[in-house]
């Protein structure tokens, strides 16, 4: 699913209110409506458009009624800086036969083992080991965010120091963060094709920019050598 979709779809607090709840345990439309306030109607209305997203899905216990349940592992980021927007949504999926999980032969075997107070201490020390990673990993993408907007802005007070008017500036900024066609920057920096162009052409003769061809399209790009090899 497109992630900015699903973003706007988690954009109401009811249906995260939805999604916390189901993430403790299983659910019924009565219960969530009784728990969250909220009549039923919408409470359904929410739901079918959490399940048409693939976030949740039911099943049907023995008096007919729907228990709604997380359905997928996924991680949605959503990345705000002063150089960059970006919503990724990563689906984690989950390889039994990877993780070493017993065959449906040996889980009466495996049930009496998890029944076991050491294997529940066992899991829980693992559990915490994986938390801790996980913080660290999110401290390591805090330093690597910051020291990606610092050179940034150096770039940029590079960038006015090189180029020889505004549209330059933009063009290298542009480019600075990913290659791209001429339509696309047409577009980004809503300037006629001409000027776009001619200023393309004056930084690659330069030596700042160069370009290739995929599927018939130039891409520019910055130089990876510089300036300093011309």
């Known amino acids: 699913m497109d992630p900015a979709k699903l973003l706007d779809i988690l954009g109401n607090e009811n249906r995260r209110k939805i999604i916390q709840l ?3 345990r299983p659910c019924y439309v009565s219960e969530i409506s009784g728990r969250l306030g909220v009549g039923p109607k919408a409470i359904i209305s929410h739901l079918n458009l959490l399940e048409q997203a693939g976030l949740i899905e039911y099943s049907v216990d023995e008096q007919r009624r729907k228990y709604f349940n997380i359905a997928n592992n996924m991680r949605l980021e959503v990345l705000v800086s002063p150089y960059s927007y970006t919503v990724a949504l990563h689906d984690i ?3 039994r036969e990877k993780k070493g999980e017993p ?6 075997e495996a049930s009496a083992r998890e029944e076991s107070s050491f294997f529940f201490l066992k899991l829980n020390s693992r559990l915490q080991e994986l938390k801790t990673r996980q913080e660290e990993l999110a401290q390591m993408q805090q330093r690597l965010q910051v020291e990606y907007t610092e050179l940034m802005d150096r770039c ?3 960038i006015e120091e090189l180029a020889k008017n505004s549209v330059e500036c933009e063009l290298l900024f542009e480019l600075l963060k990913s290659e791209t066609t001429l ?3 047409c577009y980004n920096l809503r300037l006629h094709p001409s000027i776009i162009n001619a200023n393309l052409l004056d930084l690659s003769e330069r030596g700042f920019i160069e370009y290739s061809i995929k599927n018939n399209q130039h891409y520019w790009k910055l130089c990876e050598t510089g300036v300093e090899n011309k």
């Open 22 to 24: 189901l993430a403790n």
């Open 93 to 95: 999926a989950l390889d």
């Open 103 to 108: 065959p449906a032969a040996e889980e009466k």
């Open 156 to 158: 940029l007070e590079s």
């Open 183 to 185: 339509a696309a920057l």
